[in-house]
DNA sequence: AAGGAAATACCGACTAGCCGGTATTTTTAT
DNA sequence: ATAAAAATACCGGCTAGTCGGTATTTCCTT
């Protein structure tokens, strides 16, 4: 397959450096970088690509926004975004513009390749790492890596969402001091000793 | 010259994409690369690379962070840190560390090249984007729209590295009482009542 | 059925942070 | 020089969380 390939990012560091990967690679093309939004779509109509790499973040205009004039207008190119966010906001959204594909920056060489791949087949390809089902195998995997129970999980997500232990203790019908005894017992786990610690960690670990 | 590069940066495609653009340089050899800050310096020993592009932020330890300590240490690779940020705060701290460099991810291609060339000949090398108005301008006008002081900023920076207000109140030379009237009337400031707020504030607003 | 792990809950004591306030000193702006 | 803002520090009282422990019940695995 021959497939010609747009950049669109902010960071022209991160440009170059995809556009030499990718050039290395048989059967793409980068026909072009941009590093404002405003400046992707005449970039098409110009460069004509099959595919558009595109970060949300970008001055002039927002990556999101210009997915969505693209996809409005009809365009024969295929969009995926690339992000830092693996915030469901902005999945929801890509979705619902209809992007082609969602890729996280914490994805591979081999997961850009796969998601151009796929997208050229006619495919759409969202980052296996957002969503629901990766979250129950990163809890499954997690729970062995540092031993915590499902109650502890669940207790740390709602930690993570500013909770304190009394809310958490009425929300799950349990005493405040039960609440407690599982954070005392996930801190000496985790080697931690306060909440910030904790919800950094449950932000590392995408809890 | 023969230059051997470490890659640190917590996002993978990066790191991916840096290394395909690098290893097609005549005289550099990536050697390795890494996502998160604790395994920067462990992978140092390992690879003894001459250079190691350091992104700052990186789940585990701070880039800047793992810079000082590897500093501190005596050792002989030379760091750039590689960042998207023009804080100034952040190229001050680099300075401080004795960092050999720092580049945004705005910054080309080429003028990565030019300075991983600058650092193996011995000399620094800070982007010339950055620049004393802009951060003076953003801190200003930061502490204009939530009308925070200079000292209740110094104050937040120091919560968000996980300080207690005793030690904070230790590292200013202060009353533990002065660093808890601080950080009420930041609360009240900001309308907020908890040091996960706080911190979720300054990381939002990337004090 | 039995044993072990998880979950639950409590005790006492401590640190940390928050919340209402007041007051004085220092620094900055006019 | 003066006024205002910032910084500093304290009082009393509260909630929240942490830290050492113990004990019982429920659930899961063998």
Redo the contacts with the bound molecule.
């Keep these: 397959m021959n497939c010609r390939v747009l950049i669109a990012d902010d960071h022209v560091l991160f440009n170059d450096a995809i556009k030499a990967m990718l050039e290395a690679v048989e059967g793409i093309t980068v026909v072009g970088q941009v590093s404002r939004g405003n400046e992707v779509i005449p970039m098409i109509d110009k460069t004509k690509p099959d595919i558009c790499l595109l970060d949300i973040n970008m001055p002039g205009q927002n990556g999101l926004m210009v997915a969505e004039r693209l996809k409005e207008s009809g365009s024969a190119t295929r969009v995926i975004i690339i992000s830092m966010y693996q915030d469901k906001r902005f999945v929801t959204e890509s979705k619902r513009i209809k992007a082609d594909g969602y890729l996280l920056k914490d994805a591979s060489k081999a997961e850009l390749l796969a998601a151009i791949e796929m997208v050229m087949n006619g495919e759409t390809f969202y980052d296996p790492k957002l969503g629901k089902d990766i979250n129950q195998h990163a809890e499954d995997s997690f729970i062995k890596k540092f031993n915590l ?4 999980i669940e207790i740390i997500r709602l930690v993570k969402e500013n909770m ?3 809310e958490i203790a009425d929300k ?1 019908c ?2 405040v ?2 609440i ?5 017992n996930i ?1 000496l786990k985790l080697g931690i ?3 910030l610690s ?1 919800v950094r960690f449950a932000e590392t670990y995408n809890i």
């Design positions: 129970t499902k109650r502890e304190t232990a009394r799950l349990l005493s001091l039960t407690e005894t599982h954070r005392r801190n000793k306060n909440t904790l």
